[in-house]
């Protein structure tokens, strides 16, 4: 996803848009730009590269104004260069627009605008939008702004300056969030109310298909597509600017691992029922007599949170005797998958604005199927668009590596498996003990980031390898997968998760004195059977990294490094082995002097196909 941020009030505008910009970052960071509406024109400067560049090229120059808006873009249509990069222009100087999301039939409508002669610049789908409302407008520019809105396909939210109108900034919204922020003199208009909450923590949700016209008295007005007014609600955000900032880290993501403790705390608070061993989740409240006859589970996700889908297939199955199936959202949306009437779809998505998560959620609901979301982005789309669901309540992640999205994930997951195996076959004994062994995750949590200099030392012996593979059996398999996700993301280090004992189903083949394997080995049921797996690759010379619960000779015999943590119950595992991995590659990353809060070719919110 890119990043919108737009302002019209009493200040001037340049630095509060700069600023912005630097909170969303983290959505795209391959170019930027701003637009100040000064008093004659419409004053753009874009640059490709991170916003450092854009300040810099901004360096020294005046940009008077207190209107405009600024993006930062994560490359879609057209390379990062300097034409690509937003605000586009009209092709008359009037009209400045950046836009997130995909115009589908850009192709058809830049063909007609240049049958009438109009001249494109860029490579982008974006850039037609400018020229198509400057095209419309005849004088009234929320009449233009419609029109054109009107003959877009696509997904979009969108910021529009218009150079006959300083006292206006405008937003729409399809498909791509875009939310209002409300301060005492001055409206914000952005995509992430990571930007806003330095300012205000009232913010307006825009739906889709909404327009907003916001005017530099302080007030707005929101429309629909045919003009009508619409009234949308002012909300409270809960967290406050310390959760978007580094708090004395060096990076987002180790302030961010660093915060499990917490996070797990506020995610699992009020929610766990200890004197009744359950755990009660009321974004399920209204889900409750269906969650009692349903047969069968699909949970769909991408990436790390898929991850956590698969650690809460097992949990569900173990507690609940649910049969549960994790697909990747892209594949789920154009299979033809089977819904019975007692199939529940569950999405689960930390920005809750995945593209293809949305997609499989909507397939899901079209076949009448119950789908209800895990999220942690408040307002959402997926929170919207489910019909139910449980927010992970960790604060704004802005490491692109997710990190305490994943345990929260798991944790929710944890509670959901309670909940539904309460209603079936757990005890009140066992349903006690999972609620408390819950509640003890925290302190254990805290416990492994005592490692953190022990593990930046492990790591410091492996920076230079080319590849790894990561093990783990049972509930640990999930884990070695987000392990492996973990690493190549942010050290360009190919890295491979498998199931312990898959290995020699081939990949033992690649097996050498070179190749480090970290192997996820609590001692548990499994844990015999683990270690014969770790026989097998030592014999092939590997050097072995072990995460496990106790140490002893025998392991430590067949093993290079061994990272000893506390231990739970087999089902919460996850929780805890997946924190050395995620430490393991955040140092390993930061040694090979990558940027881990922004890693290549990636964004943290993946809003296109
Ligand atoms: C990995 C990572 C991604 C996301 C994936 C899904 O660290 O962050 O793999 O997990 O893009 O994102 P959400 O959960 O926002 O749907």
């Known amino acids: 996803m890119c990043g919108i941020i737009g302002y019209i009030g009493k200040k001037d505008a340049a630095p509060i848009l700069l600023k912005g910009l630097k909170d969303l970052e983290y959505l795209g960071y391959d170019s930027a730009g701003l637009v100040v509406h000064s008093p004659e024109a419409l004053q753009v400067v874009r640059t490709p590269g991170k916003i450092v560049e854009l300040e810099k090229a901004m360096g020294g120059k005046e940009y008077p104004g207190t209107m405009g808006v600024g993006h930062t873009r994560w490359a879609t249509h057209g390379e990062p260069n300097k034409v690509n990069t937003h605000p586009h222009l009209s092709f008359d100087g009037k009209f400045a627009v950046v836009h997130n999301g995909i115009i589908e039939n850009y192709m058809t409508l830049k063909n007609k605008l240049m049958q009438k002669g109009i001249e494109f610049k860029s490579d982008t789908d974006s850039e037609v939008v400018a020229h198509l409302i400057a095209h419309l407008y005849k004088g009234d520019v929320g009449k233009a702004v419609l029109q054109a809105l009107n003959m877009l396909q696509g997904a979009f939210g969108l910021g529009i300056v218009s150079l006959d109108n300083p006292e206006m900034l405008i937003g729409a919204r399809r498909?791509?969030?875009?939310?209002?922020?409300?301060?005492?003199?001055?409206?914000?208009?952005?995509?992430?109310?990571?930007?806003?909450?330095?300012?205000?923590?009232?913010?307006?949700?825009?739906?889709?298909?909404?327009?907003?016209?916001?005017?530099?008295?302080?007030?707005?007005?929101?429309?629909?597509?045919?003009?009508?007014?619409?009234?949308?609600?002012?909300?409270?955000?809960?967290?406050?600017?310390?959760?978007?900032?580094?708090?004395?880290?060096?990076?987002?993501?180790?302030?961010?691992?660093?915060?499990?403790?917490?996070?797990?705390?506020?995610?699992?608070?009020?929610?766990?029922?200890?004197?009744?061993?359950?755990?009660?989740?009321?974004?399920?409240?209204?889900?409750?007599?269906?969650?009692?006859?349903?047969?069968?589970?699909?949970?769909?996700?991408?990436?790390?949170?898929?991850?956590?889908?698969?650690?809460?297939?097992?949990?569900?199955?173990?507690?609940?005797?649910?049969?549960?199936?994790?697909?990747?959202?892209?594949?789920?949306?154009?299979?033809?998958?089977?819904?019975?009437?007692?199939?529940?779809?569950?999405?689960?998505?930390?920005?809750?604005?995945?593209?293809?998560?949305?997609?499989?959620?909507?397939?899901?609901?079209?076949?009448?199927?119950?789908?209800?979301?895990?999220?942690?982005?408040?307002?959402?789309?997926?929170?919207?668009?489910?019909?139910?669901?449980?927010?992970?309540?960790?604060?704004?992640?802005?490491?692109?590596?997710?990190?305490?999205?994943?345990?929260?994930?798991?944790?929710?997951?944890?509670?959901?498996?309670?909940?539904?195996?309460?209603?079936?076959?757990?005890?009140?004994?066992?349903?006690?003990?999972?609620?408390?062994?819950?509640q003890e995750l925290p302190a254990k949590v805290q416990e492994i980031l005592k490692l953190n200099d022990r593990i930046k030392d492990i790591a410091s012996r492996f920076t230079n390898a080319p590849n790894f593979l990561y093990l783990g059996r049972h509930y640990n398999y999930p884990v070695a997968m987000e392990g492996a996700l973990k690493l190549k993301e942010i050290s360009y280090i190919h890295a491979e998760g498998y199931p312990a004992a898959e290995i020699k189903h081939g990949p033992i083949a690649l097996i050498d004195e070179n190749m480090p394997v970290v192997v996820v080995a609590p001692k548990d049921a499994l844990f015999e059977k683990v270690l014969s797996n770790i026989q097998e690759i030592k014999a092939r010379k590997a050097r072995v990294i072990v995460v496990t619960t106790e140490a002893n000779e025998h392991l430590e015999q067949f093993t290079d490094e061994v990272i000893v943590i506390p231990s739970t119950l087999s089902m919460l595992m996850p929780i805890l082995t997946c924190i050395p991995l995620q430490l393991l590659a955040y140092h390993i990353a930061v040694l090979r002097g990558n940027n881990v809060d922004q890693p290549r070719n990636l964004t943290k919110s993946v809003m296109v196909e």
């Open 175 to 438: 498909g791509s969030p875009l939310l209002v922020g409300i301060a005492k003199d001055d409206l914000f208009l952005s995509s992430d109310v990571a930007a806003v909450i330095g300012h205000t923590s009232k913010v307006v949700y825009l739906d889709d298909n909404d327009v907003v016209f916001m005017r530099n008295d302080g007030s707005h007005r929101i429309v629909n597509l045919h003009s009508q007014e619409v009234q949308r609600e002012v909300e409270e955000v809960e967290f406050s600017v310390e959760h978007v900032e580094k708090g004395g880290f060096d990076h987002f993501m180790l302030k961010e691992i660093f915060e499990q403790p917490d996070s797990i705390r506020n995610c699992t608070r009020g929610r766990l029922l200890i004197n009744e061993g359950t755990a009660k989740l009321s974004g399920l409240a209204t889900n409750i007599k269906e969650l009692r006859s349903i047969d069968r589970i699909i949970i769909t996700a991408c990436g790390t949170s898929y991850y956590a889908g698969m650690v809460g297939e097992y949990m569900i199955e173990e507690l609940a005797g649910i049969p549960v199936e994790v697909e990747y959202a892209s594949e789920f949306r154009y299979r033809n998958p089977v819904i019975g009437p007692n199939t529940i779809v569950l999405a689960i998505s930390q920005s809750g604005e995945t593209a293809d998560t949305l997609a499989a959620l909507k397939e899901s609901q079209r076949r009448g199927a119950t789908a209800l979301g895990i999220c942690n982005v408040v307002g959402s789309t997926l929170a919207r668009e489910s019909d139910g669901g449980v927010y992970l309540h960790v604060g704004p992640e802005i490491g692109v590596a997710s990190t305490k999205a994943f345990t929260a994930q798991v944790s929710v997951l944890a509670m959901i498996a309670l909940l539904l195996g309460r209603m079936r076959r757990v005890s009140f004994e066992q349903g006690v003990e999972i609620a408390q062994a819950m």
